[in-house]
């Protein structure tokens, strides 16, 4: 049995962590959930009843075995680094320590080999990243990888709560033939998509962008492997879609590509039809679909993915990331 | 002065060649609007009055100088012979005639020249296809091209009016709790993305990005050039949008490819910011934005584009085709 904390247990990945323990039968002694001063007060219901949310600070940890944070990476940074020091395992949704070289970055189902050791602190991947990489490993096992171009398709509630709320104002204020406003995003997300997740960098990349690219090399071990993204956001409310066009280094061909992600656990290959964000929304899976090869990349395959990013893309990654690293079974 | 037929008037692309011939004073004598007997009686208000929509028949052409068609590919192959053979220019947006190499495929502003000889049908190219040539066409002036993976991001309004409407009443539903139904679309459009256009094919590929190959190295004139698509529709309402990865011959810096297109008529290149559906709609630019340095392609570089598809992706092309083929000013 197991003293877990959830630093932004309020949040909407926060939230998910929680129900995501639950269904996979975490053995819980103890939970603890942690949010901003603004937060804390409030309750939220777990474990059968209302549970209190406490302040997140430094003397937040004494006697917990495992933190989960998901609560910006300027949080992970001050009490990432006391919930280790009380003793806690730290398991990172944020960004702060995806590319500190003492960190694994780490999807279980690729690079769980990666947990055999850490300093305590233990990374998990970006949304997008983790599609991509979910989508592409029984290729890469299979075939090897040369290069990758990814355009995604990213759901509003990638961005928290606030920003479904913004979206349904929008299109309440459409409906009634008023003002449509914006605050979260850089412009207006109803019925329209924006080429722009977090900010915009001087080589003309954003945020997202980039950490697709370096954060894909790190989980596969492929420092120069070259990564070209557009991550768009899209007026989706849950999961997130990605078009995959990539390099392979041997030939491989859409048929055995298919093969090759059977047995494969978190994967369903489609046959026939294509998965969308309606079907993933809410489940574990990562669904591939759209199989063909590519007419840029010879030898090259072309995909299409989905996956409810809330799920494998943050919470259930978390998850998985600690029952590995703390040998425990998973209930599901 | 010329009289000119609209076939498949009472469509969303008839109705914009109306207004684009109303905006851009096209030297009107006499307007015939045709189309299925179905919608035939209905009155379309046109030229300050209200215009009865007549059945499109062989017979439908006598004296007629330009047929705009669009009212699918079936009626274009029955009807636009016959059009010709009454002695009217045929300009057709659909795909029948596209990849005839008897009728010219043309963007004005790219191949206009291939207008210098035609047997009396000149195609209008897909949408999609349109968007990426226009938006590539100054980086292939300076530095050539030698393959390209486009994404797309295609709105609801490509699909017709009534896609519109099934969006519209799935998003009710949604709201009401009821359930979400689908008829034009393989798939719930609403809050949801779909990696389907048209049909796939055996190869693995969708009709429109088979489509968006094979116009782009016809209207280029480059039977060769590798193009790799995947065709997305999105819950937009109106102008498409595609993320371009393009590798070109010689190499071009971000701020070079912005300098190509200063001084392009129908382009406009973003030096900040980014475009998107909502600024595109109802205007006759393409929009190109994000310019950088491709990180697959190099040399190459990467951008995104956006068109309002009804304007310059259908009923605007035709009409510039028609103007230079006949030797009419554009009155813009």
Chains 1, 2 share one sequence.
Not at 183 to 196: C, L, S
Request: glycine share 10%; with cysteine.
């Amino acid at each position: 049995m197991s003293s877990v904390a959830i630093v932004g247990a309020t949040g909407a990945v926060g939230r998910e962590m929680l129900a995501v323990l639950r269904q996979r039968g975490y053995p819980l002694s103890k939970l603890r959930l942690l949010a901003s001063g603004r937060s804390a007060g409030s309750t939220v219901h777990a474990m059968g009843r209302d549970l209190r949310v406490e302040e997140a600070t430094a003397a937040s940890f004494r006697g917990v075995d495992l933190a989960l944070f998901s609560a910006g990476a300027s949080v992970s940074r001050v009490l990432a680094p006391a919930a280790r020091e009380a003793g806690a395992l730290v398991v990172d949704n944020s960004s702060a320590f995806r590319m500190d070289p003492d960190c694994p970055l780490v999807v279980p189902e690729i690079n769980g080999h990666a947990l055999a050791s850490h300093g305590g602190i233990i990374a998990n991947p970006n949304c997008s990243t983790i599609l991509l990489c979910m989508a592409l490993e029984p290729i890469r096992a299979v075939a090897g990888l040369s290069r990758i171009v990814v355009c995604s398709y990213q759901a509003v509630s990638g961005a928290g709560a606030r920003a479904l709320e913004e979206m349904r104002a929008q299109e309440e204020a459409e409906r009634e033939g008023r003002e449509l406003r914006h605050e979260i995003f850089p412009a207006v997300i109803a019925h329209n998509v924006i080429p722009f997740v977090q900010a915009i960098g001087d080589d003309g990349y954003s945020t997202e962008e980039t950490k697709v690219r370096d954060e894909t090399r790190r989980i596969f071990g492929m420092p120069d492997l070259p990564v070209s993204a557009t991550c768009v956001r899209v007026p989706v409310t849950r999961a997130h879609s990605e078009a995959v066009h990539a390099g392979t280094l041997r030939p491989l061909t859409p048929e055995q590509a298919r093969q090759a992600y059977e047995g494969r656990p978190g994967l369903v290959a489609w046959r026939e039809g294509f998965p969308t964000p309606r079907q993933a929304a809410g489940g574990d899976e990562v669904h591939v679909g759209r199989i063909r090869a590519d007419r840029v990349f010879e030898p090259g395959l072309a995909l299409w993915c989905v996956m409810d990013q809330l799920r494998k893309g943050a919470a259930l990654n978390a998850v998985q990331i600690a029952e590995r690293a703390l040998g425990i079974a998973a209930g599901t």
